[in-house]
């Protein structure tokens, strides 16, 4: 099983930047790749990045010039630094995670942190 605990949410002005943390804990050995969804009010839960265990990455169209995913192996801690914000950015964002064990497939999800940008 995998745990992942986020951090740094908060309020933030229109412009301003924040950075949030995703440490994963567990059998973390099996995470093939860690990502950050966000979910706005009144709309879908969204992919915005992604981070695969060989260090790819995949940042959504719409975020790419502003937002960074990036990792820090000794900690098991993913990044993503939103750069830039507007108040379209506002929505709780999650750690997501994706692993395998043999021929199985596990999905986890941290337990979400509120970023909201003010105009």
């Known amino acids: 099983q995998v745990r992942l605990v986020e951090s740094g949410g908060g309020l933030v002005q229109s412009g301003g930047s924040l950075r949030l943390s995703c440490t994963a804990s567990?059998?973390?050995?099996?995470?093939?790749?860690m990502g950050w969804y966000r979910e706005a009010p009144g709309k879908e839960r969204v992919l915005v990045a992604v981070?695969?265990?060989?260090?790819?990455?995949h940042i959504q169209d719409s975020v790419k010039d502003r937002f960074t995913i990036s990792r820090d192996g000794a900690t098991n801690t993913v990044y993503i630094q939103m750069n830039s914000l507007k108040p379209e950015d506002t929505a709780v964002y999650y750690c997501?995670?994706?692993?395998?064990?043999?021929?199985?497939?596990?999905?986890?999800w941290g337990q979400g942190t509120q970023v909201t940008v003010s105009s």
């Open positions: 981070i695969r265990r060989g260090g790819t990455t």
């Open positions: 997501n995670a994706e692993g395998s064990a043999g021929l199985g497939r596990h999905i986890y």
């Open positions: 567990g059998s973390i050995s099996n995470i093939n790749a």
